[in-house]
């Protein structure tokens, strides 16, 4: 954040954090408590002789996570311009499209550490987690020297690096998504535990990310990056 905000300069990085504070508002909003239900489902049946329960739990989670991913994408592609000028006071599209790529990215990654938390691999997520701020820097230095630092190339690198290191360490984990027998029941425990989480981890993202987009609305893109 640091590097990308002293490359861009205020005006350029008050647009950058405005779409990089939605997107977590979205990933919220694709959440529906279903990671935090996956890990208190399946947290103590990994590797043990239940683990297949576990599996379906992950499976099942795995695809409501991927079909609110697709459902919210949806909606955001219909209402893109009305969006993009409600949110980023911009006419354009392209920033909207930056932020539906940010949200499929962000919510996989998350669901990918929620995922190895669940199985008590808690050495593997914060490695993950520290690597994908790694490589966020090691492209923005390479884009840096190969042709210099946009409002586009930043955006690339915040989405591109949550995307690598999902697909690398999820197809290790060698589980599909899909909805195995009993995923009905699954989903209604799912919703009896997740149900008050969903509203809280929504009201807390927005309480805490929606000031940048206030102040872009309010002072413009300069303000927000100062």
């Known amino acids: 954040s640091i590097l990308a905000a002293r490359f861009l300069g205020p005006a350029n990085w008050g647009i950058v954090a405005a779409v990089t504070s939605f997107i977590p508002i979205l990933v919220a909003l694709t959440d529906l408590g279903i990671g935090s239900a996956l890990f208190q489902y399946a947290a103590d049946k990994w590797k043990t002789s239940d683990d297949h329960q576990a599996v379906k739990a992950f499976r099942t989670a795995l695809s409501l996570r991927l079909m609110s991913l697709l459902l919210l994408s949806l909606l955001i592609a219909f209402f893109a311009r ?9 006419d354009g599209l ?3 499209v930056w ?20 199985r008590a691999e808690w050495k593997t997520a914060a490695v993950l987690t520290g690597l994908v701020n790694s490589l966020r820097v090691v492209f923005l230095i390479l884009f840096y ?7 586009s190339s930043v955006l690339f690198v ?16 060698g589980i599909m998504p899909g909805m195995p027998s009993g995923w009905r029941k699954l989903i209604s425990e799912f919703a009896r535990f997740s149900l008050w989480l969903t509203v809280n981890k929504i009201a807390g993202t927005i309480a805490s990310r929606v000031d940048v987009i ?9 303000t927000a990056g100062i």
């Open 99 to 118: 932020a539906t790529f940010g949200l499929i990215s962000v919510s996989l990654f998350d669901f990918l550490i929620l995922s190895f938390q669940s």
């Open 82 to 90: 009305s969006l993009s000028n409600l949110i980023f006071k911009v």
């Open 94 to 96: 392209y920033l909207m």
């Open 145 to 151: 020297f190969l042709g210099g630092i946009t409002v």
């Open 214 to 222: 206030i102040l872009l609305q309010i002072g413009g893109a300069y």
């Open 158 to 173: 915040y989405i591109i690096s949550g995307l690598v290191l999902f697909l690398f360490p999820f197809w290790g984990l």
